[in-house]
């Protein structure tokens, strides 16, 4: 975890999964073939449906198009779901998604199951001008801290750090920094330790995770 990570998304194909109609394009993995921790872009065709499943180390879903839904309800785009230990679901889509998520990485007992629909959310002004944030996960005793950010067109944070790490991944738009531009798609990881400053020339949505990087 002491490198810079960058994955596009965009690059990669669509690989098999145990249902044969959900794929997934895996960003990250560390781990047994379908028991390490994973974060992944996955499809739901329409139809599809898996298999009732419990969530060892937490399960986080982000709705990136289309509809999921569970027994226990239905998640349409921009849906945020934390699954935490304990908790499981036999997930299905009607119409097919896309959906962003995490495999074990949010272990520990006492978690509080989240599920948000972020639409309905306001955008909160920041510091920095032009940036907008909708909180979506921050609980005591615990080093992760998940949000979205909106960068309007010509927005630039400030220089920043990021002791404890960050993870992003842009689901509109475009942005970039001293290392490179990532489009729509892309996943960085920070390592703890690293700075930098972020700007986006025609505007971005971001899913932006903070802390807990060291522990994967």
Same mark, same amino acid.
């Given at each position: 975890m002491s490198?810079?990570?960058v994955v596009r998304s965009a690059?990669?194909?669509?690989q098999a999964s145990p249902s044969p109609?959900?794929?997934r394009k895996r960003l990250y993995f560390d781990g047994p073939a379908e028991a390490g921790i994973v974060t992944s872009v996955v499809r739901y065709e329409a139809g599809s449906e898996f298999p009732t499943h419990h969530h060892p180390g937490g399960e986080e879903i982000f709705v990136l198009d289309g509809i999921f839904s569970d027994e226990h309800g239905d998640y349409p785009a921009g849906a945020y779901l934390l699954n935490p230990d304990g908790t499981s679901h036999a997930p299905f889509s009607k119409d097919g998604c896309t959906l962003f998520v995490k495999l074990r990485q949010y272990g520990g007992e006492?978690?509080?199951?989240?599920?948000?629909?972020s639409g309905a959310l306001d955008w909160q002004p920041r510091n920095d001008t032009g940036v907008w944030q909708k909180p979506l996960y921050r609980q005591?005793?615990?080093r992760e801290w998940t949000q979205l950010l909106k960068l309007d067109p010509g927005a630039q944070s400030p220089p920043h750090d990021h002791p404890n790490g960050e993870e992003v991944f842009v689901?509109? !738009? %475009? +942005?970039?920094?001293?290392f490179g531009a990532y489009p729509a798609g892309t996943w960085i990881r920070y390592p703890p330790g690293s700075s930098h400053t972020v700007k986006?020339?025609? !505007? %971005? +949505?971001?899913y932006v995770r903070l802390g807990g990087i060291a522990e994967q």
């Amino acid at each position: 975890m002491s490198a810079l990570a960058v994955v596009r998304s965009a690059d990669m194909d669509w690989q098999a999964s145990p249902s044969p109609t959900v794929w997934r394009k895996r960003l990250y993995f560390d781990g047994p073939a379908e028991a390490g921790i994973v974060t992944s872009v996955v499809r739901y065709e329409a139809g599809s449906e898996f298999p009732t499943h419990h969530h060892p180390g937490g399960e986080e879903i982000f709705v990136l198009d289309g509809i999921f839904s569970d027994e226990h309800g239905d998640y349409p785009a921009g849906a945020y779901l934390l699954n935490p230990d304990g908790t499981s679901h036999a997930p299905f889509s009607k119409d097919g998604c896309t959906l962003f998520v995490k495999l074990r990485q949010y272990g520990g007992e006492g978690r509080t199951q989240v599920e948000m629909n972020s639409g309905a959310l306001d955008w909160q002004p920041r510091n920095d001008t032009g940036v907008w944030q909708k909180p979506l996960y921050r609980q005591g005793g615990y080093r992760e801290w998940t949000q979205l950010l909106k960068l309007d067109p010509g927005a630039q944070s400030p220089p920043h750090d990021h002791p404890n790490g960050e993870e992003v991944f842009v689901i509109d !738009g %475009a +942005i970039e920094d001293e290392f490179g531009a990532y489009p729509a798609g892309t996943w960085i990881r920070y390592p703890p330790g690293s700075s930098h400053t972020v700007k986006s020339l025609k !505007g %971005a +949505i971001l899913y932006v995770r903070l802390g807990g990087i060291a522990e994967q």
